[in-house]
């Protein structure tokens, strides 16, 4: 049986598959990604233009009915053939898992076992738990590279996934967001690998361009564990946008940047103290006191169901700056700047207008 195409802006290439035309970043030669059928003008061929390949996994819902409606068999009154075509569809899936058959790129992404397993795991928080409000997807292209970049906090970085979990499940064209993570990720044994399997990529400037250059969603979160871990009193309060290389990684790639605001994940987790003895011992960045969390243990744990906003404002297209502007100090900070700036804007805006975090 062959094996089914990736999900709708994933980049389609076996394991062992090739790469395509070689450039330099920082003095660093990094491989772009081959997308078969990926034409000219960034559009796929295979579907991603119009939200679903042949599998269905462009829109996280295949064609066994994970949509949760019934496939043609169930439609004309044979449900029992139309469970049997399930259940052969999940073992064959767990087949190609156990195997190492399953399709992924030279990131890991696997679109199928995120699309199957990762993402309706995140929808039940979206849906049920937080309740999310996804506004502004017309921001975000259907198709072709774009830099998505968005404000960070709630101690735990769920937000990020939520973010992963609105654009695959409500974006016209269901799309992937390849996350860029901290070092961190990918050193812990069991968190490593699923999210790599899920799509997120340690964050660089190599990684970045290939992602870009690929015809990928790209997603950044700027402000990084100084967002994330942030004392509850400063919440909403954007902090330093790092150096802005991710503006030099768009300028670079010459993609539009999409700002993002996301209300809701500070209240998930109330910091209000940091054990730093703690911390260091773990090797960690801060060790989270929450009201819960530790002194109610595992159930500490659980996020408080705050009401979510996210935000895509319009694009800022790098298309106009001059070659090496990338290198400039000066464009670097003017347009870390203005996207910073409209992004605690638009945070302003939504919490006044959602008012009360819960109830």
Same mark, same amino acid.
Not at 201 to 207: D, E, G, L, S
Not at 298 to 316: D, H, M, N, Q, R
């Given at each position: 049986?062959?094996?089914?195409?990736?999900?709708?802006?994933?980049?389609?290439?076996?394991?062992?598959?090739?790469?395509?035309?070689?450039?330099?970043?920082?003095?660093?030669?990094?491989?772009?990604?081959?997308?078969?059928?990926?034409?000219?003008?960034?559009?796929?061929?295979?579907?991603?233009?119009?939200?679903?390949?042949?599998?269905?996994?462009?829109?996280?819902?295949?064609?066994?009915?994970?949509?949760?409606?019934?496939?043609?068999?169930?439609?004309?009154?044979?449900?029992?053939?139309? =469970?049997?075509?399930?259940?052969?569809?999940?073992?064959?899936?767990?087949?190609?898992?156990?195997?190492?058959?399953?399709?992924?790129?030279?990131?890991?992404?696997?679109?199928?076992?995120?699309?199957?397993?990762?993402?309706?795991?995140?929808?039940?928080?979206?849906?049920? =738990?937080?309740?999310?409000?996804?506004?502004? #997807?017309?921001?975000?292209?259907?198709? $072709?590279?774009?830099?998505?970049?968005?404000?960070?906090?709630?101690?735990?970085?769920?937000?990020? *996934?939520? #973010?992963?979990?609105?654009?695959?499940?409500?974006?016209?064209?269901?799309?992937?967001?390849?996350?860029?993570?901290?070092? %961190?990720?990918?050193?812990?044994?069991?968190?490593?690998?699923?999210?790599? !399997?899920?799509?997120?990529?340690?964050?660089?400037?190599?990684?970045?361009?290939?992602? %870009?250059?690929?015809?990928? %969603? *790209?997603?950044?979160?700027?402000?990084?564990?100084?967002?994330?871990? !942030?004392?509850?009193?400063?919440?909403?309060?954007?902090?330093?946008?790092?150096?802005?290389?991710? *503006?030099?990684?768009?300028?670079?790639?010459? *993609?539009?940047?999409?700002?993002?605001?996301?209300?809701?994940?500070?209240?998930?987790?109330?910091?209000?103290?940091?054990?730093?003895?703690?911390?260091?011992? #773990?090797?960690?960045?801060?060790?989270?006191?929450?009201?819960?969390?530790? =002194? #109610?243990?595992?159930?500490?744990?659980?996020?408080?169901?705050? !009401? =979510?906003?996210?935000?895509?404002?319009?694009?800022?297209?790098?298309?106009?700056?001059?070659?090496?502007?990338?290198?400039?100090?000066?464009?670097?900070?003017?347009?870390?700047?203005?996207?910073?700036?409209?992004?605690?804007?638009?945070?302003?805006?939504?919490?006044?207008?959602?008012?009360?975090?819960? $109830?």
């Amino acid at each position: 049986m062959s094996k089914p195409p990736a999900a709708a802006g994933g980049i389609r290439r076996a394991a062992t598959g090739e790469t395509g035309a070689s450039v330099t970043i920082d003095g660093h030669p990094v491989n772009l990604v081959h997308l078969p059928g990926l034409g000219a003008d960034g559009r796929d061929d295979a579907g991603a233009g119009g939200g679903q390949d042949d599998a269905g996994a462009g829109g996280g819902r295949d064609d066994a009915g994970a949509d949760g409606g019934q496939d043609d068999a169930g439609a004309d009154g044979g449900q029992g053939e139309g =469970w049997r075509r399930r259940l052969a569809g999940v073992l064959e899936f767990a087949r190609r898992q156990l195997d190492g058959e399953s399709e992924v790129d030279q990131f890991g992404f696997d679109p199928e076992f995120n699309s199957r397993v990762l993402m309706p795991i995140a929808r039940l928080l979206y849906q049920h =738990w937080f309740g999310i409000q996804m506004r502004g #997807l017309a921001h975000v292209p259907e198709v $072709g590279p774009a830099l998505v970049v968005a404000n960070h906090s709630g101690t735990l970085p769920v937000d990020a *996934v939520m #973010l992963q979990a609105g654009l695959h499940d409500e974006h016209p064209t269901h799309r992937n967001l390849r996350l860029l993570g901290a070092d %961190l990720v990918y050193e812990l044994p069991l968190l490593a690998p699923l999210a790599r !399997k899920g799509g997120h990529t340690r964050a660089c400037p190599a990684n970045a361009h290939v992602l %870009l250059r690929s015809g990928e %969603l *790209v997603g950044v979160f700027p402000e990084g564990f100084k967002g994330v871990g !942030k004392p509850f009193s400063d919440r909403y309060q954007l902090r330093r946008f790092g150096r802005g290389g991710f *503006v030099a990684t768009a300028i670079r790639a010459r *993609v539009p940047i999409v700002p993002c605001a996301i209300v809701g994940a500070e209240e998930i987790y109330p910091l209000i103290g940091n054990a730093k003895p703690v911390a260091e011992l #773990l090797g960690l960045p801060y060790f989270p006191i929450t009201p819960l969390f530790p =002194w #109610l243990g595992p159930v500490g744990a659980v996020p408080l169901p705050s !009401k =979510w906003i996210i935000e895509f404002c319009p694009p800022v297209s790098t298309a106009g700056y001059p070659p090496d502007s990338e290198n400039d100090p000066a464009v670097i900070a003017d347009l870390s700047g203005r996207v910073r700036g409209t992004i605690q804007r638009k945070l302003d805006d939504l919490l006044s207008e959602r008012g009360p975090a819960f $109830g």
